[in-house]
């Protein structure tokens, strides 16, 4: 894992990129890349790039980036790591292709050399990727399937300009700041800025298992490469309704991208919470015969986030050399400002502060690599909130909204506000249903449309549209209305063209898929864990499995009442029954112990939003102060975003 920036004139002649512009972007993202750096400036072509390594594969300076082809016509900078690099080298040294070095990087050049564009199409890992070709001056952005590495990206004053951090972009003097308001509006539903759109305007990230296009004649299209659709045969249709088949084809699946992603020329740890995903990570890392290094993090004051004892007890069964840390809400708190610092954008996600310590844990230890359990709650249905919506979609929520009149639906709203006065998420079930709405609209939200109506943007004019040119080449069709239920409907839109019947446990996977896991849980991963520059894999989301469990029935995913049915039937016999059913805790921090008792957040929280109450443009102004504290993490990491931007 490394970080890269750059840029490409796409219609500005009097661009000369310039080495002490690029030497900038890559100070910004030293810690993703702390072994060795290097620029390329090419004036005829007026690209620039800038990298800066974190050693994985092949440690020697052979690995280093930005790597040419052998003939120079062909040059890459790269995040991430190929997983079936060893596979793909071996086809194309059959091709007649030498390489000169381990690096997973060279893969990538002879796999475009062999096969174009589509030759990127069969890589399977984590990565985002920048290449140009100097014979056919065709420029490429490429993020991974599932969006596990980031990248970013604008188009401005004739020039697109590209980094793995936003951070970087500003060093480039043709890049100016500007709060994009419509998204931070959606910002505070879902708790992120959702793909394309960032805080700022006119800087996108590419959506997940997107590629941006730049050719010969200047011209730039968008392609969405890669979906976890995928169409079955009535025989294959047939098998999923097994749970013998569904179990035995999960373990294999997670046994070989396990071992997949033990691939480095460094140690490989894992973080280890005691729960079901992270012991399950461990028992089959263990199966490899690696010794295996495991990391823990606990809270001084929230005995309800120690899962210390559990993880002890993992580590015991399966040898392994165990780390613990406990920190406070001083070491939150001390660490908060890097950690929006880090961010570049607010991502409300408390988990940053443990994960940043936990990779600091495994770094002080010796450890480049961790394997972590993003992804298993998105694809087993791990969270009690999934199955209670799925007990109101069961009980009639979309039916219902076909044959009851929209009259007769707003007078039951109207007769229901009492019955939900007090409850934001009542309300907000009424509201949808009433507005046929969809139900679902994330594992995670913080405020609801009613809400933010009472904020700023309600006074500009809450239905004014927000055009962008370059978003619709993107992603035509997606209205920038403030209303959050525009993102929600986009992404449904395009599941119900390639899967006419999804049912409702689908439709649920595919918007987390698109929206909340690569934008909020997986940036946050990335994010923290190059923070200490470390890399973290994520086993649970390799794509093979993704769309297996994309056709899983949904009586198997929830079934006799319990949340993540089949992945405990593949613990069985790997770990004890202690650990498989225990009660879920999740990986979270005390935010509402803080936020109520604390000795430093309540003071910050007070503090910054009464410095934002000042401003008469201030975009908080009439937020609910009484939330909870998922709704005053959201202000507070917004507020002190803003205060370090502006």
Not at 513 to 538: F, N
Not at 600 to 614: D, L
Request: hydrophobic share 45%; glycine share 6%; aromatic share 12%.
């Amino acid at each position: 894992m490394c970080g890269f920036a750059g840029f490409i004139a796409v219609d500005n002649p009097s661009l000369r990129p310039e080495e002490s512009v690029l030497q900038a972007m890559q100070q910004m993202m030293v810690h993703r890349g702390p072994d060795a750096q290097r620029v390329l400036v090419d004036q005829e072509h007026q690209l620039g790039l800038a990298f800066a390594r974190l050693s994985i594969l092949d440690l020697s300076d052979a690995g280093m980036q930005p790597m040419w082809s052998f003939d120079r016509s062909v040059v890459v900078c790269f995040n991430g790591e190929i997983y079936n690099h060893p596979a793909l080298r071996k086809e194309l040294e059959s091709l007649g292709f030498v390489y000169t070095c381990g690096a997973d990087t060279q893969t990538i050049i002879f796999a475009y050399q062999a096969w174009g564009i589509e030759g990127l199409k069969k890589l399977d890992g984590m990565f985002a990727i920048a290449l140009y070709d100097f014979k056919q001056r065709h420029f490429y952005l490429m993020r991974d399937r599932l969006g596990v590495k980031p990248l970013y990206f604008s188009y401005g004053q004739g020039i697109l300009t590209f980094a793995s951090e936003i951070k970087a972009l500003w060093q480039a003097p043709w890049m100016k700041k500007e709060i994009s308001d419509v998204a931070a509006y959606h910002y505070l539903t879902f708790m992120v800025s959702p793909a394309p759109l960032t805080m700022f305007k006119g800087v996108y990230k590419l959506p997940a298992g997107f590629l941006l296009h730049l050719d010969a004649h200047k011209n730039i299209r968008f392609e969405e490469w890669y979906s976890p659709v995928t169409s079955l045969t009535a025989a294959e249709k047939k098998e999923y309704d097994s749970e013998d088949f569904c179990v035995e084809r999960i373990t294999q699946l997670l046994i070989e991208s396990t071992k997949k992603r033990m691939l480095a020329d460094v140690p490989v740890g894992a973080f280890l919470s005691g729960g079901v995903d992270s012991s399950l990570n461990v028992a089959l890392m263990a199966q490899t015969g690696a010794r295996i290094k495991t990391f823990n993090v606990a809270f001084a004051d929230g005995a309800e986030h120690n899962e210390a004892h559990w993880a002890r007890m993992v580590a015991q069964q399966f040898s392994t050399e165990h780390h613990e840390l406990i920190i406070s809400e001083q070491d939150a708190f001390d660490f908060y400002p890097r950690m929006i610092e880090h961010l570049d954008e607010p991502l409300a996600d408390c988990v940053c502060i443990p994960f940043y310590f936990v990779s600091k844990l495994a770094r002080d230890a010796g450890v480049k690599v961790v394997q972590v359990g993003e992804g298993a709650d998105e694809l087993f249905f791990g969270y009690p909130l999934y199955a209670q919506y799925k007990l109101l979609h069961d009980a009639g929520y979309g039916w219902s909204q076909k044959i009851v009149p929209n009259p007769l639906k707003k007078m039951v709203a109207a007769l229901a506000k009492p019955l939900v006065h007090g409850s934001s998420a009542r309300q907000q079930i009424v509201d949808h249903w009433a507005g046929n709405k969809h139900l679902f609209w994330g594992g995670a939200l913080a405020f609801n449309e009613r809400q933010k109506k009472h904020m700023f943007w309600y006074d500009r004019g809450y239905h004014d549209i927000v055009g962008d040119a370059l978003l619709q080449k993107m992603m035509p069709g997606l209205s920038l209305l403030y209303d959050s239920s525009m993102i929600v409907d986009f992404h449904m839109q395009a599941l119900r063209q390639r899967m006419p019947h999804a049912d409702f446990c689908q439709q649920m996977l595919y918007l987390e898929l698109k929206q909340r896991l690569p934008e909020l849980l997986l940036m946050r991963a990335d994010k923290m864990s190059m923070a200490a520059s470390i890399e973290a894999r994520e086993p649970f989301l390799d794509h093979k499995l993704v769309e297996f469990m994309f056709h899983v029935p949904a009586k198997l995913r929830y079934k006799h009442g319990t949340t993540k049915y089949l992945l405990k039937q593949v613990c069985h016999g790997l770990l004890p029954r202690e650990i498989i059913y225990r009660r879920k805790v999740g990986f979270g921090a005390p935010t509402s112990a803080w936020f109520e008792r604390g000795s430093f957040f309540p003071a910050y929280f007070n503090g910054v939003q009464q410095a934002h109450e000042q401003s008469s443009n201030d975009v908080m102004v009439s937020a609910n102060r009484s939330g909870g504290a998922v709704q005053k993490w959201t202000l507070q990491t917004m507020w002190a975003w803003k205060t370090k931007e502006l």
